[in-house]
């Protein structure tokens, strides 16, 4: 065989194999982004002065056993045995970053549940999904509530950023709640990669192929704005305007897919996830007038 062909063939296969590592490397580094502690998040929020020592007052540790064994730590905090609202944090985050929300829904009475997903905060470690395992687990947990409270107690589902694009899969599921809150969330995992991946857009091909082989599950089936197209459970989507990770775009699709009952609003100036820092006036007065029109059916 001529030098030059076996070149071309070296360097065609140098070529294959670094699309490969390089979609490995993204697909590990999505699902194992890296840990934020508990202490750490609690410190932002402190810094931020988001949460202060009443933050904690009244919260038990909990935990709840998800169908594949997995145990998710948590906390709670019962005002009223047959109210409850799940609030769900973002991604590489943990359940420091639900509490700042907690202090609206207590002033309505719910009681409180937090928790971090698999893989976050104090829990084993496990790949990050994006919102696929974690959308089942928060059905699992939803399906706990229920069981111990009664089927007729009212839940509400509060997610933040990963944990609003996990709320919206779930409600593809039908779950017997009273209506979400989503703030900022992704209307399409693959569309959102597209626009923060700072590289050529085609090693993606290659993340996703990875993703489904080390992970099981498939990156276009992430889509929370086709979860919601026959939802009629009331939705709630808050986003910042000047959101630098999740383009303000994404609620907006969310918004204009779902057929049920829904309200938007948008908070000018705020980037990712930080619509109640930024106005939390605001943030507190449509909710609570949300909630008000659901419980009285207007």
Known sequence: MEWYVILIISVIAFLIAFYFLVGFILARFMAYPGRVS???GRQVDIDKKMIDASSYEGFMPTTFKMKDGMLLHGEKKILDPKRYVIIVHGYKWNLEGSRKYSDLFQKLGYSIIIYDHRGQGDNPKAPITMGYRECQDLLEIISQIKKEAGNDAEIVLHGESMGAAT???A???KPPIKY???DCPYSSLKGLL???FRGPKFFLSSGYLWTKILYHYSVKDIEPKEAVKDNVIPLLLMHG???GLVNCHHSLDIYENN???KRRFTFPGA???VSLESDRARYEEELFKFDHDITNDI
């Open 271 to 273: 980037d990712h996830a």
């Open 259 to 261: 057929k049920g009952m």
């Open 194 to 196: 597209k626009e923060i």
């Open 38 to 40: 508990r202490e750490f």
């Open 171 to 173: 409600l593809k599921e």
């Open 241 to 243: 305007e000047n959101d």
């Open 180 to 182: 979400a809150v989503a």
């Open 167 to 169: 709320v919206c899969l």
